[in-house]
């Protein structure tokens, strides 16, 4: 046999160089891309959350104690702690099985699309910045400023009905906007960290919403000690989306619409382009003639804008009896939780913002109706966080290969007699 001949039984094996299939990388760059990697943090977290509610469960724990005498009791007693656990968040958040009609079985969904309204577009004016490289954690303050624009146009003025609720609502997109501005034009302008700046505006803004609602004239309801707004006016509600007997209102129509146009903004816009840009590379994007410091104040501004509109949902929604200065009730701080679960992409983090509103749904459920502490679900929440920040954590769990990479291949072995030949 010559040299350039090849043995029988190698003629159809790969050389150590030569490259993987088109749909072997397509397979690893699925397997290993970031979906892939933000469903299986979800799994993790509701293991690790599973075996939580198993370890407190006190049935469970006395059924430990007797562990080697009959393990069986303890597995049985742990499966039936987790399923009615995670049975009654399905219940919770998505349908009730146990209603007698589909109106009251839905009930759930409708209760966890309520929840993520908010949370949706806040995390929205979150990956805004995100896009931009900037770190936006003031959305508590935004927020609250937003609520009370809102609220005050609500309760001052008398307008028809539709105006009425599109004049407050732009109230409130203003107020976020405004509020956001500030912390974009202080980075332009002086180079201020974001991070700082918004910090201290959340306290400005709580401590000034909370003087106001003291103050009669101001936001106080007139003949009131209480520090609380007076109620909107039915004009400047939002209305009921599918009838009175569910809490969702038409805040969801405009959150969809915000979520579509962040998409268009960011992706098929000249503005997002720039966004992107600066975002990637700001000493690039200064060199190919962009205005990084006008960028971080329009994309603030944007950001603000939709931390306004969940102002202005919670305002006109959720509480139009009178705000007070808890309106917020958390959604600046979780809405950075929904961005960083969406990877900062507008439908991702739409999704995001689903998952968190059926957790919030969810939660309330479990606690009702297994004494479960609620507490559980922030654990879930923050594990979902924790692995979503560490991909190469969840690789090594479930050996996920890297996106682009290329597998080993593993030199053939040749024997001796082939190579004698």
Do not use: C
Not at 206 to 224: D, E, K, V, W
Not at 237 to 263: E, K, Q, S
């Amino acid at each position: 046999m010559t040299g350039t001949e090849t043995a029988p039984g190698l003629a159809k094996q790969e050389t150590p160089g030569e490259e993987p299939s088109r749909w072997n990388k397509a397979v690893r760059d699925i397997m290993g891309g970031s979906v892939v990697i933000s469903i299986l943090a979800v799994v993790i977290a509701l293991i690790i959350g599973g075996l939580l509610i198993a370890f407190t469960d006190p049935t469970v724990q006395k059924a430990a104690g007797y562990f080697f005498a009959r393990p069986g009791d303890t597995f049985a007693a742990i499966w039936t702690s987790v399923s009615n656990a995670y049975v009654s968040m399905f219940q919770g958040a998505i349908y009730n099985f146990r209603r007698p009609t589909f109106e009251a079985g839905i009930r759930p969904l409708t209760e966890t699309l309520n929840f993520a309204t908010p949370l949706i577009v806040g995390g929205l004016g979150v990956a805004l910045a995100f896009r931009v490289g900037l770190f936006n954690i003031g959305g508590q303050g935004q927020i609250l400023i937003a609520a009370a624009a809102a609220a005050w146009v609500g309760f001052s003025f008398d307008l028809p009905p539709v105006v009425h609720l599109v004049v407050a609502v732009l109230a409130g997109i203003a107020g976020g906007a405004i509020w956001a501005g500030i912390v974009g034009l202080l980075k332009a302008r002086t180079g201020a960290h974001e991070v700082i700046v918004t910090i201290m505006l959340n306290y400005i803004a709580f401590y000034l919403i909370s003087f106001l609602l003291r103050t009669q004239g101001l936001l106080q309801a007139p003949g009131s000690n209480n520090p609380k707004a007076p109620a909107v006016h039915a004009n400047a509600i939002f209305p009921p989306l599918f009838g009175a007997r569910y809490n969702l209102t038409w805040a969801l129509v405009l959150v969809i619409g915000a979520t579509v146009f962040v998409w268009w903004l960011i992706n098929r816009s000249n503005l997002g382009f720039r966004f992107r840009a600066v975002g990637e590379n700001p000493n690039a994007a200064r060199v190919a003639g962009i205005n990084v410091k006008n960028m971080y104040l329009y994309a603030m501004l944007f950001a603000g804008g939709m931390m306004g509109i969940a102002g202005a949902s919670q305002a006109l929604g959720v509480f139009p009896q009178g705000i007070s200065s808890g309106v917020d009730a958390g959604i600046g701080f979780d809405a950075i939780t929904v961005a960083l679960l969406g990877r900062s992409k507008p439908w991702g983090v739409f999704a995001a913002g689903l998952l968190f509103g059926a957790l919030k749904a969810g939660g309330y459920t479990i606690q009702a109706a297994n004494d479960i502490p609620i507490d559980i679900i922030l654990v879930v929440q923050s594990l979902i966080v924790l692995f979503v920040a560490a991909p190469p954590l969840v690789r090594a769990i479930f050996r996920l290969p890297t996106p682009g990479s290329t597998p080993r291949r593993e030199s053939p072995t040749v024997t001796k007699e082939v190579a004698a030949k």
